[in-house]
Structure formats: structure tokens, C-alpha cells
């Protein structure tokens, strides 16, 4: 950690919902005044993500490092950590960030990196978490926030929400309700990762 200052990278590589609900708490909350923290990077590795309109609204400094430019995982996530280090961060945030990540980064930032995923971990982990979740006529489904460690979707849980699956649930429909709950989940988790860290 850098001092009283606790910078937050935000990764993201679509429409950045969480990053922008993380964005909102920092200010409604003060976390700069109470923590001394702020977002101060969002990068994404499409240029195209719709978040990033958001980001440079906020005048938040913002990046592109696209993993179609690299041969290889380890050139791309060597980039992106450049990237990512130049804001010194003491908080790694994925926020719908769509990259497998290889174990050298993850050891990188271990201990300061977390990540959202659409399931109540451990049950489904990697892609298509809401089709999976119906169609094993699961009752109730989730997000969960955790540490991110080199093995995918794992790590400690810092905190979960449940939603009740309805008959009439599509992946769209359901996949809507849960990340209504994950807009109100992940800001309260790292906000009390920085009350700890305080
Ligand atoms: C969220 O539902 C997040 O949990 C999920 O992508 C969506 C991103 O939405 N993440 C993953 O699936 C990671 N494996 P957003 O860009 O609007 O925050």
C-alpha cells in the first residue's frame, strides 16, 4: 500500500456497469476523504468497451491494451501490467474483465486483486454461469466477489448475493438480476477492504 493514498485500478471489457456503480460509491461515500482512495485508472483490453465512455466522462485517466495485439498470454498480461503499474495501485478491481490471467500476474498482484463473478462460487465457474444455473434447475443463483488466485474463479469470498431463479428465467433475464444485486455487492466489499486496510 502507498502510503495514505490507496489508488484503485478498475479493468473492465464491456459495458463497465460495475466499474461505473464502484465509481459512484467512491463519491457518494467519500472514500477519499474517509480512506483516502480513488478509482484512478480504468483500462480495458477493448478499445470499443461502452465503459470507457463513462470512465473518461468522469475524467478518470483511461487505457486500451488489446489482447488481439499479443501472441501470447504472457506478452499480453506483461503489457497490461505496465499499464496497470503506472497508476501505483494498492486495489486491483476486474470488473467484468474477460481475460484468462496467467499465474505470473496473479502473483503480481496477489493480495490486491478481486473480481466479480456472475455464480454463487463455488458452482459454476468460467463462462455461460446463468444457461448453466437453469438449466441444472438451480432455485436460486448469485454473484460472489473474491480474491483472485491463479486457479479460475477461486480464491476467498468476500461476499455473495442471491437471487431467486423464476420459472420464466431466461440467461438475459436472470443474468439482469443478479448484476442488479453485483452493482450493490462489489462497492460494499471494497469498500470495506479499505476500511480495514484503514
Ligand atoms: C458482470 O455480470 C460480471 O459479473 C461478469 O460480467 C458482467 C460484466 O458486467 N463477469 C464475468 O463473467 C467474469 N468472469 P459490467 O461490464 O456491466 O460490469
Not at 489482447?67 to 503506472?86: G, N, P, Q, T, V
Not at 499465474?103 to 459454476?124: D, E, K, Q, T
Not at 438451480?138 to 468476500?158: K, P, W
Given at each position: 500500500m502507498?502510503?495514505?493514498n490507496?489508488?484503485i485500478?478498475?479493468?473492465?471489457?464491456?459495458?463497465?456497469?460495475n466499474?461505473?456503480?464502484?465509481?459512484k460509491?467512491?463519491?457518494?461515500h467519500?472514500w477519499?476523504?474517509?480512506?483516502g482512495a480513488?478509482?484512478v485508472a480504468?483500462?480495458?483490453?477493448k478499445?470499443?468497451?461502452k465503459?470507457?465512455?463513462?470512465a473518461r466522462?468522469?475524467g478518470?485517466a483511461?487505457?486500451v491494451v488489446?489482447?488481439?495485439a499479443?501472441?501470447?498470454?504472457?506478452?499480453f498480461?506483461?503489457?497490461?501490467?505496465f499499464?496497470?503499474?503506472?497508476?501505483?495501485p494498492?486495489?486491483?478491481?476486474?470488473?467484468?474483465?474477460m481475460r484468462?490471467l496467467?499465474?505470473?500476474?496473479?502473483a503480481?498482484?496477489?493480495?490486491r486483486?478481486?473480481?466479480i463473478?456472475?455464480?454463487?462460487?463455488?458452482?459454476?465457474?468460467?463462462?455461460?454461469?446463468h444457461q448453466?444455473?437453469?438449466?441444472?434447475?438451480c432455485?436460486?443463483?448469485?454473484?460472489?466477489?473474491?480474491q483472485?488466485?491463479?486457479?479460475?474463479?477461486?480464491?476467498d469470498?468476500?461476499?455473495?448475493?442471491v437471487?431467486p431463479?423464476?420459472?420464466?428465467d431466461t440467461a438475459?433475464?436472470?443474468?439482469?438480476?443478479?448484476l442488479?444485486?453485483?452493482?450493490?455487492i462489489?462497492?460494499r466489499?471494497?469498500?470495506r477492504?479499505?476500511?480495514?486496510w484503514s
Amino acid at each position: 500500500m502507498s502510503g495514505v493514498n490507496k489508488n484503485i485500478v478498475i479493468l473492465i471489457s464491456g459495458s463497465g456497469s460495475n466499474m461505473a456503480a464502484i465509481v459512484k460509491a467512491a463519491q457518494q461515500h467519500h472514500w477519499r476523504e474517509q480512506f483516502g482512495a480513488r478509482v484512478v485508472a480504468v483500462i480495458s483490453n477493448k478499445a470499443d468497451a461502452k465503459g470507457l465512455v463513462f470512465a473518461r466522462e468522469q475524467g478518470m485517466a483511461t487505457a486500451v491494451v488489446d489482447h488481439k495485439a499479443f501472441d501470447s498470454r504472457e506478452a499480453f498480461d506483461a503489457e497490461l501490467m505496465f499499464a496497470i503499474d503506472r497508476h501505483a495501485p494498492d486495489l486491483v478491481v476486474l470488473a467484468g474483465f474477460m481475460r484468462i490471467l496467467t499465474p505470473g500476474f496473479v502473483a503480481h498482484y496477489a493480495g490486491r486483486i478481486i473480481n466479480i463473478h456472475p455464480s454463487l462460487l463455488p458452482a459454476f465457474p468460467g463462462l455461460h454461469t446463468h444457461q448453466r444455473a437453469i438449466d441444472m434447475g438451480c432455485q436460486f443463483a448469485g454473484a460472489t466477489v473474491h480474491q483472485v488466485t491463479s486457479e479460475l474463479d477461486h480464491g476467498d469470498i468476500l461476499a455473495q448475493a442471491v437471487v431467486p431463479v423464476l420459472p420464466s428465467d431466461t440467461a438475459q433475464t436472470l443474468a439482469e438480476r443478479v448484476l442488479t444485486q453485483e452493482h450493490l455487492i462489489y462497492p460494499r466489499a471494497v469498500e470495506r477492504l479499505l476500511a480495514a486496510w484503514s
